[in-house]
């Protein structure tokens, strides 16, 4: 069965688990508690089933070789990533051809064909390999479905977990912490009705047309909102899907969110806790409005298993194993530590870019539109998209807080810089940054990515675009990854598709524990407000304080009265570890 094929089937199965939930608690048909207590596990399970994404998949993939413990499978894993990236381009580069009925293309094409059938060989000889030699590993990347008393042993005393399954008929929502567990059912949140609540909310936050430049939002180069944020939306979500089930988090500072579907595509942080007061267009009371995030540090997963990834397998010292842990494989060895000195920072953007600096949001077009015919991207409409001073600004505030850091700003910051020149002091940073412009994958073949210092002449090593497969080959140690720029959270940036995905999942394969991604295009100086904020509280604390750091930064773009719309201090959120 394929993956698409697995996941309906899962969907199903949620759907029937979660029905079945119903009936127990409604009514006359009301059973037993401990029928009841059943059915409430086992939808949780099967909703977990349902909402697994490829960023997920990534975190398996990695964690898994690190408790395989062997360097083999990590060489075995890396060659296996890069041809499947090689067959993706192939399929790509075939269909492209196919379209095309000259004699040149037709050659091409059939060298091309040649050539995805020498990787399909290559791919099934990999497989075989790691089957024979690391058969756990097979085992490591599918993971399972947690129960609810596996979730609740992998949580720390001061974290609550909300869990939201959005069906076609009702949102289903879970709320864990260590020591108890509820569940609820919104009938006024189906698929549709979520659908629309979060179309509407979006509208609010990212526009679609500005001086001749349809990608970047008028309100942000203006530093103001030209569309009220709709509070009592926002606020019916809080307590269509918080509220009924908040209880279990009382006392909680830190929660953890696993969400599908459109939801996924809202962070959750612009929720309002209370219902609305004063005019939704008016600074003062937005600056006075409670919202989730002042209640709780909050952190995304792109599942609920993802907990035993981060706090199981990618650590770097097994006594950091969380208590909740299952066994080591036998035999399991730690992998060797990175070599040479650890260094604090390393920060990558501010590329040279001809395009007139406009105030400026860090959008862009979709990355179709600035591909050449072939696979690269055409180095001239990269070059013409507009400066960002604030990147540099934040990066130069970045590297005076780091002394010891590796930052590359204009003519340095460059895809041979990231791949090759600075590939192995990257893999041993603690913190690693991109501030630039995010692009979309949009609809067609063409992957996001992140925009670096053009080169003269685009070659594959080097045409100033970072793609998410060429990101996923990077291997990073790093404790706290940022994409400073617009649209990194999701493949394409819009609703109802899958959530946490594109340059998520290719950093989260890259080996990164907990990722700072953008859901819409951002303000470039608000942005540069917030990042800076984050890294000093950060030094205040600890790495461990990752979720409230972010948190400290929000607060700080939202002291300032022109920035007190959500779309300047909403638009980031923290997925991976949050302490």
């Known amino acids: 069965m394929t993956g698409q094929g697995i996941r309906g089937w899962a969907r199903a199965a949620a759907m029937g688990a979660v029905l079945m939930l119903g009936v127990a608690t409604g009514g006359s048909a009301r059973t037993d508690e401990d029928t009841y207590e059943s059915l409430r596990a086992e939808a949780f399970e099967a909703a977990q089933w349902a909402i697994a994404s490829d960023a997920a998949d990534a975190l398996a993939k990695v964690s898994a070789r690190f408790a395989q413990g062997d360097d083999a499978i990590g060489r075995l894993a890396e060659d296996r990533e890069g041809l499947i990236t090689r067959r993706d381009r192939l399929e790509h580069e075939i269909e492209r051809l196919y379209a095309l009925d000259d004699e040149s293309s037709r050659a091409r094409r059939e060298t091309a064909r040649t050539e995805y059938d020498a990787v399909l060989e290559r791919l099934r000889a990999v497989d075989e390999e790691i089957e024979q030699r690391f058969p756990a590993y097979a085992d490591l990347t599918s993971p399972q479905a947690l129960s609810v008393s596996e979730a609740q042993g992998l949580l720390r005393e001061d974290e609550g977990l909300l869990l939201v399954l959005v069906n076609p008929e009702a949102a289903y929502v879970w709320a864990l912490s260590r020591d108890r567990v509820e569940w609820a059912r919104s009938e006024s949140l189906g698929q549709d009705e979520m659908a629309a609540a979060v179309a509407r909310l979006r509208a609010s936050l990212t526009t679609t047309a500005a001086r001749g430049q349809p990608y970047i939002d008028p309100s942000l180069l203006q530093d103001q909102t030209d569309t009220a944020f709709d509070r009592a939306e926002a606020h019916r979500l809080y307590q269509k899907l918080i509220a ?336």
């Open 244 to 579: 009924p089930v908040e209880a279990v988090f009382e006392g909680r500072s830190t929660l953890i969110t696993v969400t599908s579907g459109d939801l996924s595509a809202l962070p959750l942080a612009l929720l309002p806790t209370e219902a609305p007061d004063g005019a939704d267009d008016s600074a003062a009371a937005l600056a006075a409005t409670p919202w989730l995030i002042d209640r709780y540090a909050l952190a995304a997963l792109p599942s609920v298993s993802s907990l035993t990834a981060l706090r199981c397998h990618l650590v770097s010292d097994p006594a950091l194993r969380s208590a909740g842990c299952p066994p080591l494989p036998a035999g399991a060895a730690r992998p060797q530590a990175q070599t040479g000195e650890r260094i604090e920072l390393a920060a990558f953007g501010a590329p040279i870019l001809s395009g007139g600096a406009v105030g400026a949001a860090r959008g862009a077009p979709p990355a179709g539109d600035l591909m050449s015919d072939g696979p690269l991207a055409d180095v001239e409409r990269l070059r013409a998209l507009p400066a960002l001073p604030g990147s540099q600004a934040e990066l130069e505030a970045l590297q005076s807080r780091y002394p010891r850091s590796l930052v590359r700003m204009g003519e340095a910051a460059t895809e041979t810089a990231v791949r090759q020149t600075d590939r192995e002091a990257l893999s041993r940073a603690r913190f690693v940054v991109f501030s630039t412009h995010g692009l979309l994958a949009g609809s067609d073949q063409a992957e996001p990515g992140l925009v670096l210092t053009p080169p003269a002449v685009g070659t594959a090593e080097d045409d100033g675009y970072l793609s998410a497969s060429e990101a996923a080959e990077l291997r990073l140690t790093a404790d706290f990854v940022v994409l400073s720029a617009c649209n990194t959270a999701a493949s394409d940036g819009q609703p109802g598709g899958e959530g946490l995905s594109g340059l998520a999942r290719a950093f989260f394969y890259a080996g990164a524990r907990s990722l700072v991604v953008s859901h819409w295009e951002v303000s470039d100086a608000a942005t540069t407000e917030l990042m800076t904020r984050t890294f000093a509280a950060l030094d205040d604390a600890d790495i461990g304080e990752r979720a409230r750091a972010l948190r400290e930064g929000m607060r700080a773009v939202r002291d300032n009265p022109r920035w007190a719309h959500p779309a300047y201090w909403a638009p980031f959120t923290l997925v991976g570890e949050p302490g």
